[in-house]
């Protein structure tokens, strides 16, 4: 079955090596990644929440979807990953109904997490977790777009207490429900990768480096992992520099620090170059 160039190009990619799928958080941030040469990009769901003076994870549906469309157009040679959080549904047949919707905006992928957003129960049960998964795997057949299927099981971010093994059965049960990637955010040495990288069973594995954990992409490959994604990351240190400069400000009277002209001297030759290009 043919499918579009950006679907071919991100199921090529999951096939041999490793690879990094940074993740912007508009239209700026995704042509300046583009520019550096990253074959893939992902949406952040922080990233674009705090775009929109909203905390993670409270980013309605239809919000979420327009902004999708909005990064597939910045980037239309490049295939574009959502973070679809938990498909914005609680039962299975809703969990299909929105896969379809994020398949409208063009996406070569999306990821569904079998996290709640509730405290009191912050994991969806297994098995209704299996068959959300299924679910979205149907939907997926069902258009016939080869959109890549990300499961995410969200142990270790959710506070479970025994997180890698109970991230490791869910991987496995995500990977035999059709999954075509499994994603287990949190693991932070090479060994606790491995475990999930063997729990997939053969399925590429995608690794989250939110913070510095002394692992490099090399160390990663080897780790076995075919993917490597930063989630918010980006979004997050333009805050932090954003957010002392700020305080520093505020509270001290100084101006030292900002920047100055020098970090973002290549922004504006880039931007309008990439414009031209564009035009």
């Not at 070569?108 to 679910?135: H, K, M, N, Q």
């Amino acid at each position: 079955m043919a499918y579009s160039p950006q679907v071919e190009t991100f199921r090529k990619l999951h096939e041999a090596g490793c690879f990094v799928m940074p993740n912007p958080w508009d239209e700026g941030s995704a042509r300046w990644l583009r520019g550096q040469g990253f074959p893939a990009l992902a949406s952040t769901s922080a990233g674009f929440a705090f775009t929109r003076a909203r905390a993670d994870q409270d980013v309605p549906r239809d919000m979420m979807l327009a902004h999708l469309a909005e990064l597939v157009k910045a980037v239309p040679d490049l295939p574009i990953n959502a973070d679809f959080e938990n498909g914005y549904a609680d039962t299975a047949d809703g969990v299909a109904a929105n896969v379809k919707l994020c398949i409208a905006t063009g996406v070569a992928g999306l990821s569904i997490e079998d996290a709640t957003g509730r405290t009191e129960d912050p994991l969806y049960p297994f098995e209704l977790a299996v068959e959300r998964v299924r679910a979205a795997r149907r939907a997926i057949d069902e258009t016939g777009s080869g959109v890549l299927l990300t499961a995410r099981a969200e142990c270790f971010l959710t506070g479970h207490p025994d997180p890698l093994n109970e991230s490791a059965r869910r991987i496995s049960a995500y990977a035999e429900a059709g999954a075509d990637v499994l994603y287990a955010p949190g693991p932070k040495t090479s060994a606790d990768i491995g475990t999930i990288v063997t729990a997939a069973g053969g399925k590429p594995v995608n690794a989250l480096v939110y913070g510095d954990f002394g692992l490099s992409v090399s160390d990663i490959a080897a780790a076995g992992a075919r993917r490597i994604s930063i989630g918010g990351a980006l979004a997050r240190a333009a805050w932090a520099a954003f957010i002392e400069a700020t305080r520093l400000i505020k509270d001290e009277g100084s101006f030292r620090g900002f920047a100055g002209n020098g970090a973002s001297a290549p922004l504006n030759p880039f931007f309008r170059d990439d414009l031209k290009a564009r035009s």
